[in-house]
């Protein structure tokens, strides 16, 4: 069978999504996943953390 690049390209990203869904679903179900405002929060501390120790 002979494939073009378009459709090897959608194929592979369509496997890569599906491979994305299956590791957030295995997530979810391990309790492994924060809310959006978390994740925020979390990335403002790390700045912060950084931008002190830079100025040390």
């Given amino acids: 069978m002979i494939e073009s690049y378009e459709e090897r390209e959608r194929r592979d990203e369509t ?3 599906t491979r994305l ?3 957030s679903s295995r997530d979810k179900k391990q ?3 924060i809310s959006g405002d978390l994740l925020l929060e979390k990335l403002a501390k790390r ?3 950084l931008q002190h120790d830079n100025d040390a």
């Fill in 21 to 23: 869904l299956s590791f």
């Fill in 31 to 33: 309790g492994k996943l």
């Fill in 47 to 49: 700045r912060q953390l």
């Fill in 15 to 17: 496997i890569a999504l």
